[in-house]
């Protein structure tokens, strides 16, 4: 059963819009949230994290925020451009020393 | 330049051949980890390494091997008992028990079978 879930396999956005990737998780345990943005035949890199005590957490042009009563969370990338169009996993870390738990991740499309 | 090296870019397998994919990293890092990526399949995780000479399976670890014997290196052998080969690979490393606990990644192996 998968404990990160992301059910929006792609994602198609207007330059310059605000782009939403939803992420939503079952285990109540996690501590720990974190984006990664992955590029074609390239390695995934580390985008931003969130704390599960806090709500929101922003760097820049991206933005996380964290809704525990729903276990769901989301990044906002404001304003969007088409160099963020690549694939964004969502992650979460298990309380404990276990590996981080991967969503299936979103293709995000940024249209000029 | 600290980083992940993993080699080769791409890499073909026969049948009931054995290949091994390198990698390498110098950031210093206990935990390395390897994760197979197949198309909306997301990042599964094969195989993990917190320090040297321990390893623990992940979610497919069937029809894998690795080994760790030094702190920089974690190879993975994929043995001819894995039927569906055909993936990108990923290994990565961190620094454990650092929250948030980041993992660094490799840019990454293309594993073809012919």
Redesign the interface.
């Known amino acids: 059963d998968q404990q990160v879930k992301?059910n929006s396999?792609s994602l198609s956005v207007q330059e310059g819009r605000i782009s939403i990737l939803n992420c939503d998780y079952t285990n109540s345990m996690f501590?720990?949230f974190?984006w990664?943005k992955k590029y074609p035949?390239?390695?995934?890199?580390?985008l931003i994290?969130i704390?599960s005590i806090k709500d929101k957490n922003e760097d820049g042009r991206f933005t996380v925020f964290l809704n525990k009563s729903a276990k769901h969370l989301s990044l906002h990338i404001v304003p969007s451009q088409p160099g963020d169009s690549a694939v964004y996993?969502c992650?979460a870390?298990p309380s404990g020393?276990t590996?981080?738990v991967?969503?299936?991740?979103t293709r995000l499309s940024v249209i000029a | 330049d600290g980083g992940?090296t993993?080699s080769p870019k791409y890499l073909f397998r026969k049948e009931g051949q054995n290949v091994t994919l390198s990698c390498e990293q110098n950031l210093n890092h206990d935990a390395m980890?390897w994760?197979r990526q197949d198309p909306?399949?997301?990042?599964?995780?094969i195989y993990?390494s917190?320090i040297v000479n321990d390893f623990q399976k992940?979610d497919i670890a069937e029809g894998y091997s690795v080994s760790r014997e030094k702190k920089e290196s974690f190879p993975l052998t994929v043995t001819s008992a894995q039927k569906n080969p055909t993936a990108?690979y990923?290994c990565?490393s961190s620094v454990?028990?650092t929250?948030?606990?980041?993992?660094?990644?490799?840019?990454?192996t293309?594993l073809s079978v012919l």
């Open positions: 992301q396999p501590d720990y974190l990664y035949a390239e390695g995934p890199t580390f994290s704390s996993f992650a870390r020393n590996p981080l991967f969503g299936k991740g | 992940i993993q980890y994760y909306g399949q997301g990042l599964r995780l993990y917190q992940g990108f990923l990565a454990p028990r929250p948030p606990e980041k993992l660094f990644f490799g840019s990454g293309q």
